[in-house]
């Protein structure tokens, strides 16, 4: 699976971005997607996650009431919708595909468990 991410911009703190994820390849076979940041000098950290077939969502607590994740299943897109943006949450956004289905309940927070990647985009929140 191929995935291109798009939307990352520059807006003042209280501003609004959505982020986009179109993925893409000759099977089509996605278990889960996720969304996760990278600030300078930080470790990836998860932000969001979907289940494809059924929309559940899992979200990082920092982001919880700010951010929303969605998709959709006919152009094969997720979604990250950020509201009441932070200078905190000034980092480059990656999406991320998984296939397989886990045996441990917290797997989606590892960026490790993910076998596809976006390129990344930069959102950059200013005070």
């Known amino acids: 699976v191929q995935l291109q991410a798009s939307g990352g911009g520059s807006v003042q703190a209280g501003g609004s971005l959505t982020l986009s994820c179109a993925a893409s390849?000759?099977?089509?076979?996605?278990?889960?997607m996720g969304w996760f940041r990278q600030a300078p000098g930080k470790e990836r950290e998860f932000v969001a996650f979907?289940?494809?077939?059924?929309?559940?969502?899992r979200y990082v607590d920092s982001v919880k009431g700010r951010f929303a994740i969605s998709r959709d299943n006919a152009k094969n897109t997720v979604y990250l919708r950020m509201n009441s943006l932070k200078p905190e949450d000034t980092a480059v956004y990656y999406c991320?595909?998984?296939?397989?289905?886990?045996?441990?309940?917290?797997?989606?927070?590892?960026?490790?468990?993910?076998?596809?990647w976006g390129q990344g985009t930069q959102v950059t929140v200013s005070s």
């Open positions: 991320a595909a998984d296939s397989r289905t886990h045996t441990h309940s917290y797997w989606y927070r590892s960026p490790e468990e993910y076998e596809s």
């Open positions: 979907s289940v494809w077939s059924d929309g559940s969502t």
């Open positions: 390849g000759r099977s089509f076979n996605v278990y889960g």
